[in-house]
């Protein structure tokens, strides 16, 4: 992923890195001492160097606004919040940002499929972000734009030290870039990223080039320094690994497009989105500016104790931006931290495979507690783990409705019925309370560390280990039951010993867990009479967190439901939810609208309407108009169906080698039966719902005069996989007449066809538009390139091909059927 230079205007990179290491060892002395063991700083920041050990700054990875956000941004976020929470619960004084990642090529070209300037673009999309986090109760204490001027300013001022260090040169770059990751590629052109599979872009550009091979030292000695800066141990030995691989100068600046922030002083060059995005970190703080409030803010809490990310862009945080801001003279974060993927149907939940759910959808069936807890307790931090609707409901059930929640409700509904709502005396202990005293000492010991270690699972299920060591203690001494041998005065000691103990150990749990559930922790709170747990948080109560807390004669709150059970229909309700809200997945890369259920972000503030689809094909316009759900549109039949009203797959694979000339389009290949998917339902989840027409169902012959076609059973159907994808590149082949090279995108994956089209489209004029294809083709070669898949088209008498397309909106990779 590091690039080329082909000129090269370095320093000796000796000298170089003596600076640096010089500079360094005086600036930042902690983080070249010793072993490095007195330097660690895992979650904690007491051994941070500088800054107050009473301040924590963490921040999520700014996203992207080409997609609306989903269940895996959801998850990066809640992690971030739930950490927060915690620092602020623990009394330190907690700084927590997040934001969007608003330039480069591929929000530009997102924008311009949508028929919008990539500024309107990238507002309404920010505005879904923020409008989400705010509907789930994140408590970010910033939220910070790449559009802003505050950014901007700052990006400038680091692009400029960098070069007026020394550290930034001008040069050319010609090779591959991945307009996904926005990253650059080693390879010949035809490369695929080796991150996202998708393929790479030759660019070839007069750059600025950043000397990240000066660092190469530096970086592993800092590694080797402060071994508690990446995390999970997996991303940290793949970081080093990759250093030690060796590091090459990298291109920060780009000329062919222009939607970044330009290069002072050199404004036809915008700065490379990566350096311009990891900036944020820094620009939202204040550096760059020049208020003496800005600049008191950045000193406060940077150096960043914790940037959370996701594993796929650890290379770019633990390796470039340290090296950046080493050169800038500006010392590194103390802490990168990689969480795994949420997987949903086997792959990594995003938007372009069209996996996603959506975090309101589970918020609106079970409640925001049930996310965080699932998302927290279910996947150990770091590693990949399953999203499902039945796994979410089965913990909710389990965990919260009858194990916490229950619990809960048991003891707060006995408090006010046996003692009008007022916590009672505890009295004379036995052996129970002091065991069950142990377990929540236990758990007090137990879960700080595992949750500040990123552990979330672990220390949930310590937790848990009590909730459940209460609810034995309760069935145990039956407080609601007593043995006719047992006086009233007897039982009613055992029900205050009882209750008041039970009620004690919730008081625990409910503190412990309010970082991971905070909805619920402050009913609870409430209900045990303890008040505001806001108040609670300000005072910093987990610093104090001991046995014995509930004071006698405190008046309870009224009891209230806290997770009613989820009914047999919950998982339905949810897959619903999202099935109706497909828009969202399907406007993804287009930038259509679909509804939003953000509040801040509704559908009508965005600004974005759906785009035109594709150009309506001008063939056959009766099929598109006939049925809005189910649109016939005939195969092409051995010469049964006129050709007017015939679809003809484009016969690339019929293209021999030697002639590359299109097949007579009255050949027939292949009868095909296309029921075009409606908008709505077109998503590739949707896989498992039939929507096609049954088996074997007529279809109309356009001409009723015409034989009717010869049927194939749906098997014969289903072999063939249709699905649409979008036309990135359309470029002529030198010395074929007949044929384009084409390279589309079908949202899983790129790839290249040769279409022997050339004769009746102009390459430039199908970029973006959206087809069909045959995707299960056998790849073929032609003219020494590789043909992977064949497009549909509809075959005009004269033999001119008329790509298939939509007039809804459809998301790429949606299977036809
Ligand atoms: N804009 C860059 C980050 C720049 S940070 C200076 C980017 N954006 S992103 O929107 O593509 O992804 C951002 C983050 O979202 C990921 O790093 C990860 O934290 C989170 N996730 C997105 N999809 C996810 C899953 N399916 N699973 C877990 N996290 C996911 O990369």
């Known amino acids: 992923m590091i690039n080329q230079c082909s000129q090269s205007s370095f320093e000796s990179l000796g000298r170089t890195y003596r600076k640096i290491k010089r500079e360094f060892a005086s600036n930042f002395p902690l983080f070249f001492a010793g072993s490095g063991k007195e330097n660690a700083h895992p979650m904690t920041n007491e051994t941070k160097s500088g800054a107050s050990p009473n301040r924590y700054y963490l921040t999520t990875p700014i996203y992207y606004v080409n997609a609306r956000p989903h269940l895996g941004h959801a998850y990066s976020t809640i992690v971030c919040d739930a950490i927060a929470r915690r620092k602020r619960a623990l009394g330190i004084e907690t700084w927590f940002l997040t934001g969007t990642d608003e330039h480069g090529q591929k929000i530009e070209r997102s924008a311009e499929l949508a028929g919008r300037t990539p500024a309107e673009f990238a507002t309404a999309i920010s505005a879904e972000f923020r409008g989400l986090w705010h509907r789930l109760g994140i408590t970010n204490d910033d939220f910070i734009r790449t559009t802003e001027d505050r950014h901007k300013r700052g990006v400038q001022k680091l692009f400029a030290t960098l070069r007026d260090r ?95 922030i330009p290069v002072p002083g050199d404004e036809k060059h915008v700065i490379y989105v990566w350096l311009d995005a990891l900036a944020n970190y820094i620009t939202a703080l204040g550096y760059g500016s020049d208020k003496p409030a800005d600049q008191a803010k950045f000193k406060k809490f940077w150096p960043a104790d914790m940037h959370l990310i996701g594993k796929e862009i650890s290379r770019f945080h633990c390796v470039y931006w340290p090296a950046f801001l080493m050169a800038a003279g500006i010392e590194p974060p103390r802490s990168v931290k990689a969480n795994g993927w949420l997987l949903f149907d086997q792959g990594k939940m995003s938007k372009s495979k069209g996996n996603i759910v959506r975090a309101e959808t589970v918020q609106d069936v079970l409640g925001t507690d049930a996310l965080r807890y699932f998302l927290l307790r279910e996947i150990p931090f770091g590693q990949d783990g399953s999203f499902s609707f039945d796994a979410l409901v089965q913990r909710f059930n389990g965990d919260l409705a009858n194990g916490y929640g229950n619990l809960v409700s048991r003891v707060v509904n006995m408090v006010h019925k046996y003692f009008a709502g007022v916590a009672p005396e505890t009295g004379r202990e036995t052996a129970a309370e002091d065991a069950l005293r142990g377990s929540a000492e236990a758990a007090i010991a137990a879960f700080g560390p595992a949750f500040d270690e990123l552990n979330f699972s672990e220390a949930l299920k310590s937790l848990w280990v009590l909730v459940a060591e209460t609810d034995g203690y309760l069935t145990a001494n039956a407080p609601w039951k007593k043995p006719p041998e047992r006086s009233d005065e007897e039982h009613l000691a055992l029900q205050a010993r009882v209750l008041a103990t039970a009620a004690e150990a919730i008081r625990i749990i409910t503190a412990l867990v309010y970082p991971i559930l905070p909805e619920s922790a402050a009913k609870v709170w409430q209900q045990l009479g303890q ?78 309407s759906p785009i035109p689809a594709t150009p309506e094909p001008t063939a056959a316009p009766e099929h598109a108009t006939a049925s809005p759900s189910v649109v016939s549109v005939q195969g092409q039949l051995a010469g049964t169906v006129p050709p007017s009203a015939a679809v003809h797959s484009q016969i690339e694979s019929q293209l021999t080698e030697q002639t590359a000339a299109p097949v007579d389009p009255a050949t027939p290949v292949a009868t095909i039966h296309v029921h075009q998917v409606p908008a709505e339902l077109a998503s590739s989840r949707l896989t498992s719902t039939p929507i096609a027409a049954p088996a074997g169902a007529p279809l109309q012959p356009a001409d009723p005069a015409a034989e009717q076609p010869q049927h194939i059973g749906i098997d014969d159907f289903t072999k063939v996989e249709l699905r649409v994808a979008q036309i990135l590149v359309a470029e002529r082949i030198p010395k074929a007449d007949k044929l384009l090279r084409l390279e589309v995108d079908l949202g899983y994956e790129k790839r290249q066809i040769l279409a022997g089209i050339a004769q009746y489209y102009e390459p430039e004029k199908l970029i973006g538009r959206k087809i069909v294809i045959v995707a299960n083709l056998a790849p073929r070669k032609m003219r020494g390139l590789e043909s992977n898949g064949m497009l549909l088209a509809a075959s005009l008498p004269d033999g001119a091909p008329v790509l298939a397309g939509f007039l809804e909106e459809v998301p790429l990779g949606a299977r036809l059927k």
Do not use: H
Request: hydrophobic fraction near 35%.
């Open 531 to 608: 008040g505001d747990i806001q108040a609670a948080v300000r005072s910093a109560f987990l610093t104090e967190l001991a046995w014995g807390g509930l004071k006698a004669g405190t008046r309870f709150g009224e009891p209230a439901p806290l997770f009613p059970r989820a009914e047999k229909d919950a998982v339905e309700r949810m897959q619903n939810l999202e099935d109706n809200n497909i828009g969202s997945a399907v406007d993804a890369v287009s930038g259509a609208s679909a509804t939003s259920s953000a509040p801040e972000a509704p559908q009508s503030a965005l600004g974005i």
């Open 166 to 260: 020394g550290f930034v040169y001008k040069g050319s770059y010609t090779g591959q870039y991945c307009v996904s990751d926005e990253a650059y590629v080693d390879g010949p052109p035809g490369t695929y990223c080796p991150d996202c599979g998708r393929l790479t872009e030759t660019v070839s550009e007069e750059n600025y080039f950043f000397k990240l091979s000066a660092f190469e030292r530096k970086l592993l000695e800092f590694y080797e320094a402060n071994p508690g800066f990446i995390g999970p141990e997996s991303t940290r030995r793949e970081v080093i690994s990759f250093v030690r691989g060796g590091l090459k100068d990298l291109s920060v600046s780009r000329t062919s497009f222009s939607w970044g």
